[in-house]
Nanobody, 128 residues
């Protein structure tokens, strides 16, 4: 079992930056692919970014590519999402999620159904 806790959300003006953190506890985190999803009011939850277990593989949604960066520190059991040049349409609850990679180095799931564990989410609000 893995427990995930997100932090770092808040209110920011358009063009600003935030860094989200996902702190994991429980089982060994280093073998898990970790993703970020978001859900805006009235919309379905959508993929944002994912990082592989070794930290050298990433994938991003087109809407955030070039603005967001996902990274991890396995020694600290933490994954980060650095969000720059934020836009009002980035406003959403951001969720951290994890899935055991089964030894696959380039395992980078983008589907919600691929993941096993989810955090409670952190609110990000971008004002115009």
């Amino acid at each position: 079992q893995v427990q995930l806790v997100e932090s770092g959300g808040g209110l920011v003006q358009a063009g600003g930056s935030l860094r989200l953190s996902c702190q994991a506890s429980g089982r060994t985190f280093g073998s898990y692919a970790v993703g970020w999803f978001r859900q805006a009011p009235g919309k379905e939850r959508e993929f944002v970014a994912v990082i592989n277990w070794s930290g050298d593989g990433t994938s991003y949604a087109d809407s955030v590519k070039g603005r967001f960066t996902i990274s991890r520190d396995n020694a600290q059991n933490t994954v980060y999402l650095q969000m720059n040049s934020l836009k009002p349409e980035d406003t959403a609850v951001y969720y951290c999620t994890a899935r055991e990679s089964g030894g696959l180095r380039w395992y980078l799931p983008r589907r919600e159904s691929s993941y096993e564990y989810w955090g409670q989410g952190t609110q990000v609000t971008v004002s115009s």
